[in-house]
């Protein structure tokens, strides 16, 4: 079964923080993309993920705050097309282009 839920559990203290739209609305692969204020915890960021909504048959990309997940997204990115479930990602410090 496609995940469900992005979630993000504190080490720590167990804490788990989560965040979902329900039922028909599939998260892909998150990513935590860091702020660049120094921050390495996980709470200095966001955390993106592509998104499949199969009740509108819709893909998303939704950011959120890595340090308030489950207050929801700050921002959704509709797509124009539905994009494979299980497009994977990754960020990194250097482009690596032409």
Sequence with gaps: MPQQEIARIDMGTGAIAS???GERYYVGEPQF???GNGHERGDGGWVVAMCFD????RSELVVLDSGD???GPVAV???REPISHG???Q???E???P
């Excluded at 199969?54 to 048959?57: N, P």
């Design 91 to 93: 960020w990194l410090d």
């Design 33 to 35: 993309v860091p702020s």
């Design 19 to 21: 965040w979902t739209r």
């Design 77 to 79: 990115c509709q797509l």
């Design 95 to 97: 482009y690596l282009g």
């Design 87 to 89: 497009l994977h990602g």
């Design 69 to 71: 997940i489950q207050a």
């Design 54 to 57: 199969a009740a509108k048959l």
